[in-house]
């Protein structure tokens, strides 16, 4: 890539990147209700998202021999979960306990 082409290329990203961060904040002030169908999936999103999330973890289970990482992280993040109710814990230890597993155990 020559180097017009890069920097029109970030040029586009940076603006698309904005555009979609303050798109919201212009379209939705805080003085102003937003309308009942963007708290409805402020909502559901979070839990629609997460079912994706494990839908497309296990996608493989059924077909490998072995989806015991998986099953285990799934395990330990529930425990992780219930034990604290925090999301991100849940998420940054899931990752790391996931990685230590396929990396050093199930390799």
């Given at each position: 890539m020559s180097l017009p082409h890069q920097l029109i290329t970030i040029t586009v990203v940076v603006?698309?990147?904005?555009?979609?961060?303050?798109?919201?904040?212009?379209?939705?002030?805080?003085?102003?209700?937003?309308?009942?169908?963007?708290?409805?999936?402020?909502?559901?999103?979070?839990?629609?998202?997460?079912?994706?999330?494990?839908?497309?973890?296990?996608?493989?289970?059924?077909?490998?021999?072995?989806?015991?990482?998986?099953?285990?992280t799934i395990l330990f993040i529930v425990i992780i979960h219930k034990w604290k109710h925090s999301t991100f814990l849940s998420i940054g230890l899931g990752t790391v306990f996931y990685m230590v597993l396929i990396q050093n155990i199930f390799f």
């Amino acid at each position: 890539m020559s180097l017009p082409h890069q920097l029109i290329t970030i040029t586009v990203v940076v603006i698309g990147t904005m555009i979609t961060r303050f798109l919201p904040f212009l379209l939705f002030p805080e003085n102003k209700t937003p309308p009942a169908y963007i708290t409805y999936l402020g909502n559901v999103l979070p839990y629609a998202t997460m079912g994706l999330l494990v839908i497309f973890c296990l996608k493989d289970a059924v077909t490998r021999a072995f989806a015991f990482p998986e099953l285990l992280t799934i395990l330990f993040i529930v425990i992780i979960h219930k034990w604290k109710h925090s999301t991100f814990l849940s998420i940054g230890l899931g990752t790391v306990f996931y990685m230590v597993l396929i990396q050093n155990i199930f390799f």
